[in-house]
């Protein structure tokens, strides 16, 4: 089993920068892809941005495209997301999650795809 955990959320203003990391352990050896996912109440969860484990291929959603960044932490066996320029519609609990299948990252940006999830953090952005 692998457990991935996240943190970083918080209360920012719009234009302001946020890094949102997640830890995976247990059985890491498993890991193809990890991604991240956002999600408001309400609505359904919502694909941000996904990356090989070893840290190739990023795929994003064109809502942050040239706005965010994910990336590996190879130190810690994280994968962060850095976040510029951040929006009030960025605004939502984040999730983070671990895939175990081999699939193109195309794939990646399908929820169900994914085996393992974190508990989320929450991001807000005010006006």
């Known amino acids: 089993q692998v457990q991935v955990a996240e943190s970083g959320g918080g209360l920012v203003q719009a234009g302001d920068s946020l890094r949102l990391s997640c830890a995976a352990s247990?059985?890491?050896?498993?890991?193809?892809?990890m991604g991240w996912f956002r999600q408001v109440p309400g609505k359904e969860r919502e694909f941000v941005a996904a990356?090989?484990?070893?840290?190739?291929?990023?795929v994003y959603a064109e809502s942050v495209k040239g706005r965010f960044t994910i990336s590996r932490d190879n130190a810690e066996n994280a994968v962060l997301l850095q976040m510029n320029s951040l929006k009030p519609g960025d605004t939502g609990v984040y999730y983070c999650?671990?895939?175990?299948?081999?699939?193109?990252?195309?794939?990646?940006?399908?929820?169900?795809?994914?085996?393992?999830w974190g508990q989320g953090t929450q991001v807000t952005v005010s006006s």
């Open positions: 999650a671990a895939g175990r299948t081999q699939l193109t990252m195309d794939f990646y940006t399908e929820a169900h795809w994914f085996n393992f």
């Open positions: 247990g059985w890491t050896a498993i890991i193809y892809a």
């Open positions: 990356i090989g484990w070893s840290g190739e291929n990023p």
